[in-house]
């Protein structure tokens, strides 16, 4: 009998410990999020902006709770009314370069307050039976913001697809582009790796890189090979500039994204004329995924799904090396073009 009461007892203390530490670790992380309170709070039940030279930023932890949920699609009708919220077509995409980090360098825009990211790749202008759907389609695709946010979308495969820009230049000529790169060589690798591993999922083999990035019966280069093609970066390039002026596009470092992405995500915001909110607070290297990861406040970190940062099979060196050399003109040629240059070989 006894025995049983302080059994009992234990549970009782043990369920108002952890609803103590819950409450606690609420309360550090809304106070930890306080210093970070922009100047527009949803004060008096009014959510827009008090001036247009007032930028409506909101605290990040803010951003992780309501609007996270909105962007889910939980938004009732009266929520959307109270609040203000739209849905708005992109003020900038990132058009590609697959394998590039396109999916990292968006969760980390998407830190900042005024930016809202469309969480899957859409594919409306490069798919056209989701073109022919109308611009409409589009927009109701698109997460609910504060008018005052700018809304991003990412779909790498607009790079490379040869309608694309006519079609985006046709919904807004002075939207702004993104284009995040890699060392060619090291993102056909890693194309080929996402393939790969899509194959064996499936149980199936497939060729080996080398195999597929030489022509056997020349020995040269195969131009055939997507993920050869798609890291020839200033061919694609070259159709988007008959559309678009080259101040409206910026290069990413993708390389540094992964080693030091804080002054890469400086640059965009730069570019983008949002002022810097991301800070080195929001992005902490995990030494067990060996990359950054990111951190909106105190309780809500994320890293990248597992299928970004996988290991790529070893490649024939002389087999790099001619990919590199041939890779070279094209680079020369893009940092030309870019006015940024890379260290790649
Ligand atoms: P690997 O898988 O070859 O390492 P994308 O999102 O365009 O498919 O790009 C995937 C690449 O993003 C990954 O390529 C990875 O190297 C890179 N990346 C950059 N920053 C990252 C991060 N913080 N976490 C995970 N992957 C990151």
């Known amino acids: 009998m006894l025995f049983k009461q302080q059994a009992l007892l234990r549970q009782k203390l043990f369920v108002l410990g952890s609803l103590a530490i819950g409450s606690l670790l609420y309360l550090v992380a809304r106070v930890g999020s306080l210093d970070r309170l922009q100047p527009l709070c949803p004060i008096d039940g009014r959510f827009g902006p008090r001036s247009q030279d007032e930028i409506p930023l909101r605290a990040l932890q803010f951003k992780r709770g309501l609007l996270h949920e909105f962007r889910k699609g939980n938004a009732t009708k009266e929520q959307i009314r109270l609040h ?41 202008f490069d798919n056209d039976e989701n073109y022919a759907k109308g611009i409409e389609w589009y927009r109701k695709k698109m997460p609910f913001s504060y008018p005052h946010q700018i809304t991003i979308e990412k779909s790498p495969a607009y790079f490379i697809t040869e309608e694309v820009p006519e079609r985006i230049y046709k919904m807004n000529s002075s939207i702004k582009l993104l284009i995040i790169v890699r060392e060619p060589t090291t993102r056909a690798i890693s194309d080929y790796t996402q393939v790969l591993e899509g194959k064996e999922r499936k149980n199936k083999t497939y060729y080996k890189f080398e195999k597929l990035a030489i022509d056997p019966n020349t020995c040269e280069v195969n131009t055939k090979y997507k993920a050869v093609r798609t890291s020839i970066y200033t061919k694609h390039l070259e ?6 002026p080259i101040e409206q596009f910026h290069i990413v470092d993708g390389d540094r994204l992964i080693t030091e992405p804080l002054p890469e995500l400086q640059l965009v915001e730069k570019f983008l004329n949002l002022p810097p909110r991301i800070s080195q607070y929001n992005l902490y290297f995990n030494a067990t995924r060996g990359f950054y990861c990111l951190r909106f406040n105190i309780v809500f970190n994320k890293c ?22 041939f890779f070279h003109p094209f680079n020369q040629k893009f940092y030309q073009i870019t006015g940024r240059t890379f260290n790649w070989p």
């Open 304 to 325: 990248l799904a597992g299928s970004k940062g996988r290991i790529h099979p070893e490649v024939d060196t002389s087999v790099v090396t001619k990919l590199r050399k």
């Open 84 to 124: 203000n919220l739209v849905q708005q077509l992109p003020k900038a995409i990132i058009i590609g370069v697959r394998k590039g980090g396109t999916r990292a360098l968006l969760e980390m825009l998407n830190l900042h307050p005024a930016v809202v990211k469309a969480s899957q790749e859409i594919h409306f």
């Open 239 to 244: 159709r988007w500039l008959k559309y678009f």
